[in-house]
């Protein structure tokens, strides 16, 4: 077994195998945040990936992907049940997100979550060099870093939570909350989104385990643990130069073109889960066409959503009602040739999607909780002409770093179909220096500023960022 020096650990792989046209099986980049902050950092830096191919069974053997190396973890139909579908997204994913649904408590799916945290801990073990970083990812690896340092105590360990970290009174429910806590504090550096996530950690480390915290540093046995936020981004210049491409140009003209060439355009891509808000924006779509302040044919919405966790049933349940609330509104506003929604559940490459913001003249953003965002960064990096409005919530992390965005709070009606109607009805000199703000923070903070202040921090300003290739 060949071993790396830096080794990333999540619980997917940056690819997904789906079947071609033709039948045969083909590789394509999975949607998600972490996967789109990942993947374009890591995609010339020699390193191991360990994660989930996808499906359950044996683990499939991946080729490399450019100087990446696959390592891929098997999952049962029992893990993928009780680890992926019930522990990690019926008990964490709810209960991190404000338990915007109610959050499952099954002595079952805790088994099964040690199980499978203990089987990438082996795995990253062995792909690990002496002395090797490792970087563990997300809210379904939690106890990793713990176990990872009993088997291999000369690893250098990070962890990184994508998700909220949610307050005290709700983390208090977890049945487990001890362990989870500790399985974290195998780390060296335990990073969070916001400084609030931090803030909570350290609360809760100091209630529950009775250790000396602040928000900064955490004293567990001769150790410390330093903890921090640090905000993920995008690829900024990667997402810019794809929208400037001619061909990703002449494909936007298409689109609206095929959309009738209306007066505006509203869009929003979100995978296809109840904290994204999808139902409420809806709603005030629906509010706003009843009361005549938008009309069909001057306006369209269009509404990516990519099926997500689909045997889950509060998933199964989202996206019935979704479909119903649009085919209603079709129904009831549309006219011939004219939908007052498009409504698209396919995944898109890169190029597709930059078309699609280069294309939006406001971007409906308005997640219930979401720990980042990376759609609105990603629609703000391809307004390359810095026109377009972004209607951002202020429960997306990425709120805190775009304050110019027009802010709403999606659980008010009023204020969402307001900040909607301001959107679409803003003035361009308004439009220009806000759109150029957030493209100049952007730029400054993109994801290798991300892996450089994180990585810095992990070795305290030491030599890890050799790691990094100097080219995303
Ligand atoms: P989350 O991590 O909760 O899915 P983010 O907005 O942070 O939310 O990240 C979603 C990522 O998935 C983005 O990079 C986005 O471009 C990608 N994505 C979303 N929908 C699609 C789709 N239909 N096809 C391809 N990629 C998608
Ligand atoms: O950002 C949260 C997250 O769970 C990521 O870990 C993942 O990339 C994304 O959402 C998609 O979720 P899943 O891996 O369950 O398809």
Not at 82 to 101: K, Q, R
Not at 349 to 371: C, K, S
Not at 422 to 436: G, I, K, N, Q, Y
Not at 446 to 466: C, E, K, Q
């Amino acid at each position: 077994m060949r071993q790396s020096s830096l080794v990333v650990v999540a619980n997917r792989l940056p690819i997904d195998d789906s079947v071609a046209p033709d039948g045969a099986c083909e590789w394509r980049r999975s949607p998600g945040g972490l996967v789109s902050a990942l993947h374009p950092l890591l995609r010339h830096t020699p390193a191991t990936w360990v994660g989930w191919a996808g499906g359950t069974g044996p683990a499939p053997s991946l080729p490399d992907i450019g100087s990446v190396r696959m390592r891929t973890v098997p999952l049962s139909g029992e893990d993928f049940r009780d680890h992926y579908e019930g522990f990690a997204n019926s008990t964490l994913w709810p209960l991190y997100h404000d338990a915007v649904e109610q959050p499952e408590y099954h002595r079952r799916w805790w088994e099964a979550y040690q199980r499978v945290n203990q089987r990438f801990a082996e795995a990253t073990a062995e792909a690990a060099e002496q002395g090797a970083v490792v970087w563990v990812q997300d809210y379904h690896l939690q106890l990793v870093p713990g176990l990872l340092r009993e088997l291999r105590p000369d690893l250098r360990i990070g962890f990184f939570l994508h998700v909220p970290f949610p307050p005290p009174e709700l983390f208090m429910q977890l049945p487990r909350r001890a362990e989870l806590l500790r399985g974290m504090l195998g780390a060296d550096l335990i990073g969070f989104q916001r400084a609030q996530a931090a803030h909570n950690f350290a609360q809760l480390v100091a209630k529950v385990l009775e250790l000396p915290a602040t928000d900064r540093r955490i004293g567990v046995d001769d150790r410390v643990v330093r903890i921090g936020a640090f905000p993920v981004s995008i690829d900024t210049a990667e997402m810019a130069a794809l929208a400037a491409r001619p061909d990703v140009v002449a494909r936007a003209q298409r689109l609206r073109h095929d959309l009738g060439d209306p007066g505006h355009v509203i869009l929003s891509v979100d995978r296809m889960d109840y904290t994204k808000g999808i139902e409420q924006r809806l709603k005030a779509y629906s509010e706003l066409l009843a009361s005549g302040h938008v009309k069909v044919r001057d306006t369209v919405l269009v509404q990516v959503a990519v099926p997500s966790r689909e045997r889950v049933t509060q998933y199964q349940i989202l996206r019935d009602r979704v479909e119903r609330e649009v085919g209603r509104i079709n129904g009831e506003f549309g006219r011939v040739g004219e939908p007052a929604i498009h409504y698209l559940t396919q995944p898109f490459d890169r190029a597709e999607l930059a078309a699609l913001y280069r294309v939006a003249d406001v971007m409906a953003v308005t997640p219930l909780r979401d720990g980042m965002n990376l759609v609105a960064k990603e629609y703000v990096a391809a307004r390359v002409d810095d026109t377009g409005s972004l209607l951002l919530s202020e429960f997306a992390g990425s709120a805190a770093e775009l304050p110019q965005a027009y802010l709403v709070n999606p659980h008010d009606l009023e204020g969402l179909k307001q900040g909607l109607l301001s959107a679409l009805e803003a003035d361009p000199a308004d439009v220009t220096p806000r759109m150029r703000a957030m493209r100049e923070h952007l730029h400054r903070n993109d994801i290798r500023a991300w892996a450089r202040s994180y990585l810095s921090a992990l070795d305290d300003g030491g030599s890890l960022l050799t790691h990094l290739a100097p080219t995303g």
